[in-house]
Structure formats: C-alpha cells, structure tokens
Nanobody
C-alpha cells in the first residue's frame, strides 16, 4: 500500500523560500497525476501544482505561477515543490497526493494523501 510523507514545511518571512518534499513508499503503478494541494483554516482545499507523469506536463494555480515549481526524481518516488517569493496568503497546510485519474488539478480524483506539512509566511 502506498504511503506518502511530506517534509520541508516551516515558518518563513515574506519573500523567502521553502522546498517541500514528498517521499512515496509502496507500489505507485497506475499513478498518472502527482500533485500538491493546500488548505488554509476555514477554506476549501485547492490545487497548487501538479504533474502528469505520462508526459511530464505541469499545472499551476494562477496564484503561484512563476513562483512555485513542481518536480519529481527520475524514479518517480519523490515529489518536490519549490516555493519562492512566498506571500502571507501562501500560509496553509500543504499536502502531497497521488491520483489514478487524469484531472491533475482536481482534488476529488486523488485517493492517496500525505499527512500534510505546515507552511507559515509572515509579513
């Protein structure tokens, strides 16, 4: 059974950077999308960035485009999210997730989730 563990979260001042990492264990066969989602208190979970494994195509929320970069290692057993020029509105719990579907930015298609890692950006 696949398990995901996120790391790299923490507190940073606005304008700073963080790199999140997601380690996967188990059989990831039939996974087509790998993504990062975030949820702030009282808000809906939203897609941040995702990658379609078949082609390497990446997707980004408009709010993070140009600031965040999603990537994976060549064995597809680790997923990263590089976050630059962080803003207070980026504060949230960030989740790594895997999906057997094709709608890579739709959280409802994901069935494997990590425990989340807190990112706090102060002004």
């Amino acid at each position: 059974q696949v398990q995901l563990v996120e790391s790299g979260g923490g507190s940073v001042q606005a304008g700073g950077s963080l790199r999140l990492s997601c380690a996967a264990s188990g059989d990831t066969y039939s996974i087509y999308c790998m993504g990062w989602f975030r949820q702030a208190p009282g808000k809906e979970r939203e897609g941040v960035a995702a990658i379609y494994t078949g082609s390497g195509r990446t997707y980004y929320a408009d709010s993070v485009k140009g600031r965040f970069t999603i990537s994976q290692d060549n064995a597809k057993n680790r997923l990263y999210l590089e976050m630059n020029s962080l803003k207070p509105e980026d504060t949230a719990i960030y989740y790594c997730a895997l999906s057997p579907g094709l709608r890579c930015m739709d959280p409802s298609t994901y069935n494997i989730w990590g425990q989340g890692t807190q990112v706090t950006v102060s002004s």
